[in-house]
Nanobody
Framework: QVQLVESGGGLVQPGGSLRLSCAAS????????MSWYRQAPEKPREMVAT???????YYSDSVKGRFTISRDNGKNTVHLEMNNLKREDTAVYYC????????WGQGTQVIVSS
């Protein structure tokens, strides 16, 4: 059974930085794609950043140039480095991975506020 454990969320002032991490265990097979999604209150869940099996990153327009997704293959861990955070980045952030099944993390709250 795949388990995803997220960490790194919290409260940060506008312009600040946070680093989210998601550790995957029990995958039992190759991890093809690792992504971060977010869901703000009363808004649909949206993809923030994706890292393909070949290591190619994709970002939503709203975070391009500010967020960086990376993967630690040896530990099946994916990170999201978030810089120059804005109030509109406030959301619950979810880790998502694709192996032979789709798996979601439990979510970690990010609040950007002064």
């Amino acid at each position: 059974q795949v388990q995803l454990v997220e960490s790194g969320g919290g409260l940060v002032q506008p312009g600040g930085s946070l680093r989210l991490s998601c550790a995957a265990s029990g995958t039992g097979s190759e991890i093809y794609t690792m992504s971060w999604y977010r869901q703000a209150p009363e808004k649909p869940r949206e993809m923030v950043a994706t890292l393909t099996y070949l290591g190619r990153p994709y970002y939503s327009d709203s975070v391009k140039g500010r967020f960086t997704i990376s993967r630690d293959n040896g530990k099946n861990t994916v990170h999201l480095e978030m810089n120059n955070l804005k109030r509109e980045d406030t959301a619950v952030y979810y880790c998502w991975i694709l192996t032979t099944v789709v798996s979601w993390g439990q979510g970690t709250q990010v609040i950007v506020s002064s």
